[in-house]
């Protein structure tokens, strides 16, 4: 418990994390875009049997009225917010994206502890909104 409280205060005392996009966008291709596509429009080779449609994350920032919604992507990713239509948690493979914890400063201020797999998929998914 030290250890995460003594990451916690250095990421906070730092001002934020070092976030690495292409490591982003990796995750992205290995684990996401079966489902959601290549280009994250939600047209994966999976989406034809999913009973619920893979959302298109290109247009999360343009849906929240230009604002990335940071807090409830990564709620999603990690399952604090879990899809119904999953079954389960999403990913179904969450666990791969188990790390060491990081501390991911909102927008409000406020930080929200996740993990760098899911830090560095967010990148990515800012850097492709429309």
Known sequence: MRMVLAAVLSVLASGGLAQD???GADIFQHFCAGC???TAEGNGPM???LLVQPA???TLSARNDGEFPIERVAARIDGRDPL???GSDMPVFGWLFEDEPVALK????QPMLTNRPVVDLLSWLQTIQE
């Open 47 to 49: 989406a034809p049997v």
């Open 36 to 38: 959601h596509g290549a």
């Open 56 to 58: 298109n994350l290109t």
């Open 106 to 109: 909102l927008p409000t201020g």
């Open 21 to 23: 996009v292409d490591a």
């Open 84 to 86: 119904v239509s999953h």
